[in-house]
């Protein structure tokens, strides 16, 4: 009786581990953690052309294209996300949708200077989302219940035309995350984590326009890591695992290159392509009071985005745009696909218009629908202390999202 009861707390454990850590990681159900979601302009193009000007969301991606527009520019891009998403455990049941509607904005400024200066700043969400299963008592509730990842990402800019055609940029990335995790620990009470930090990086990018009408933009964003620091509540473990806790992400590097070209008067043609080094996510780690630690092994790939688009000047007023995105997801093996993060190879269908309401302001709107490819699920649960998983959970995932973006451009 008594090993029975050690097993049974040891399950608990590692089950609270699964949860703690997958459900953390899942908060985001774009592309990894990332939301692309940055320009309702480039969302229309499905990114493609996004590090090489055209509108000032184009920051995001590249600093130097702080430097587009004469005088005083702004631009806001506000965007609906519509997931969907369902994970069926072998023997366990399914998830119903874990996907929380939910929404994002982006927000850009750029001031000349002088004659070849420009400062800037941009205000985005670079990662996060949530997610929640409709039927909480299926086996997987046991790795998450809710899960929710918040960032806030504020990136002042300076860019610098050096000679005709070729401008430079450099920014500093200040981050603050939040996270809030609530999974079932018994079949009678719910397990929480919660918790928030700073992190600091930098972005820097080069603008080149070798001939007139050619425009190719590179940009990097560089890696945070955030220690979220928390407190975490169980009913389940022994009081010694309940107090304050620390979990641990580490956030890639992105680099994108884009190209933008004049084909005629009216027409340019646009593509990217985009590496995100998602295989700094090597673990999970969750450190609880008096030195426990739980941790699940991601062991995640690099990513790459690939897309090419168009834009059309239907009329003085109105541009047209369309685009298509192939993208490789870091998730390559139903080993690395955590329970609540059913990501894997995607395609992106994305139209986009933008409309001159006068000589100051611009109205521009996208929609894309991304086709998210079908994949196996099997996580072990975590190391507890350095013990071996337990048991292996099982499954397959589907997931699809749709995207509805309205935005403003506004010269001053």
Same mark, same amino acid.
């Given at each position: 009786? #008594?090993?029975?009861?050690?097993?049974?707390?040891?399950?608990?454990?590692?089950?609270?581990?699964?949860?703690?850590?997958?459900?953390?990681?899942?908060?985001?159900?774009?592309?990894?953690?990332?939301?692309?979601?940055?320009?309702?302009?480039?969302?229309?193009?499905?990114?493609?052309?996004?590090?090489?000007?055209?509108?000032?969301?184009?920051?995001?991606?590249?600093?130097?294209?702080?430097?587009?527009?004469?005088?005083?520019?702004? *631009?806001?891009?506000?965007?609906?996300?519509?997931?969907?998403?369902?994970?069926?455990?072998?023997?366990?049941?399914?998830?119903?949708?874990?996907?929380?509607?939910?929404?994002?904005?982006?927000?850009?400024?750029?001031?000349?200077?002088?004659?070849?200066?420009?400062?800037?700043?941009?205000?985005?969400?670079?990662?996060?989302?949530?997610?929640?299963?409709?039927?909480?008592?299926?086996?997987?509730?046991?790795?998450?219940?809710?899960?929710?990842?918040?960032?806030?990402?504020?990136?002042?800019?300076?860019?610098? #035309?050096?000679?005709?055609?070729?401008?430079?940029?450099?920014?500093?990335?200040? *981050?603050?995350?939040?996270?809030?995790?609530?999974?079932?620990?018994?079949?009678? @009470?719910?397990?929480?984590? &919660?918790?928030?930090?700073?992190?600091?990086?930098?972005?820097?990018?080069?603008?080149?326009?070798?001939?007139?009408?050619?425009?190719?933009?590179?940009?990097?964003?560089?890696?945070?890591?955030?220690?979220?620091?928390?407190?975490?509540?169980?009913?389940?473990?022994?009081?010694?695992?309940?107090?304050?806790?620390?979990?641990?992400?580490?956030?890639?590097?992105?680099?994108?290159?884009?190209?933008?070209?004049?084909?005629?008067?009216?027409?340019?043609?646009?593509?990217?392509?985009?590496?995100?080094?998602?295989?700094?996510?090597?673990?999970?780690?969750?450190?609880?009071? &008096?030195?426990?630690?739980?941790?699940?092994?991601?062991?995640?790939?690099?990513?790459?985005?690939?897309?090419?688009?168009?834009?059309?000047?239907?009329?003085?007023?109105?541009?047209?745009?369309?685009?298509?995105?192939?993208?490789?997801?870091?998730?390559?093996?139903?080993?690395? #696909?955590?329970?609540?993060?059913?990501?894997?190879?995607?395609?992106?269908?994305?139209?986009?218009? @933008?409309?001159? $309401?006068?000589?100051?302001?611009?109205?521009?709107?996208?929609?894309?629908?991304?086709?998210?490819?079908?994949?196996?699920? @099997?996580?072990?649960?975590? @190391?507890?202390?350095?013990?071996?998983?337990?048991?292996?959970?099982?499954?397959?995932?589907?997931?699809?999202?749709?995207?509805?973006?309205? &935005?403003? #451009?506004?010269? $001053?």
């Amino acid at each position: 009786m #008594r090993s029975f009861n050690r097993r049974q707390n040891q399950f608990r454990r590692a089950a609270i581990g699964v949860a703690a850590i997958a459900a953390w990681s899942s908060a985001a159900s774009a592309g990894g953690f990332d939301i692309h979601e940055q320009s309702t302009v480039f969302l229309g193009s499905a990114s493609a052309g996004s590090a090489a000007g055209g509108s000032l969301g184009s920051m995001f991606w590249n600093p130097a294209a702080t430097a587009q527009f004469p005088g005083l520019n702004s *631009e806001s891009s506000y965007t609906l996300i519509l997931p969907y998403a369902n994970i069926d455990i072998n023997g366990g049941g399914s998830s119903g949708n874990i996907g929380i509607d939910a929404a994002t904005s982006a927000s850009y400024g750029a001031y000349q200077l002088s004659k070849d200066l420009w400062v800037g700043i941009a205000l985005n969400s670079p990662f996060g989302l949530a997610s929640k299963p409709e039927n909480t008592n299926y086996l997987g509730s046991y790795l998450g219940v809710t899960a929710k990842l918040i960032t806030m990402n504020a990136n002042p800019t300076i860019a610098y #035309r050096i000679a005709p055609g070729i401008t430079i940029g450099a920014g500093v990335q200040i *981050e603050w995350a939040q996270t809030k995790l609530q999974f079932r620990d018994s079949p009678v @009470s719910i397990a929480q984590f &919660g918790g928030n930090d700073w992190a600091f990086g930098a972005t820097a990018g080069i603008t080149l326009e070798p001939r007139q009408g050619t425009t190719i933009g590179l940009g990097y964003r560089s890696q945070m890591t955030h220690d979220l620091e928390g407190s975490f509540h169980s009913a389940v473990l022994p009081s010694s695992f309940n107090g304050p806790g620390v979990a641990t992400v580490n956030l890639p590097d992105i680099v994108t290159l884009s190209a933008r070209q004049v084909i005629t008067p009216t027409t340019r043609l646009l593509g990217t392509i985009e590496w995100t080094n998602w295989s700094v996510f090597k673990d999970l780690p969750l450190a609880l009071p &008096g030195g426990n630690q739980l941790d699940v092994k991601a062991n995640w790939h690099d990513g790459w985005f690939f897309s090419v688009g168009g834009e059309y000047d239907y009329s003085p007023l109105l541009t047209l745009r369309s685009g298509v995105a192939y993208e490789l997801s870091p998730i390559q093996d139903a080993s690395e #696909r955590l329970v609540q993060v059913p990501d894997n190879n995607r395609i992106w269908l994305s139209i986009g218009a @933008s409309y001159k $309401w006068s000589d100051s302001i611009t109205l521009d709107a996208g929609y894309s629908h991304i086709f998210v490819q079908d994949g196996g699920v @099997s996580q072990g649960t975590p @190391s507890v202390d350095g013990n071996p998983p337990l048991f292996t959970l099982t499954g397959n995932s589907q997931a699809s999202i749709d995207l509805i973006s309205v &935005g403003v #451009r506004t010269k $001053w």
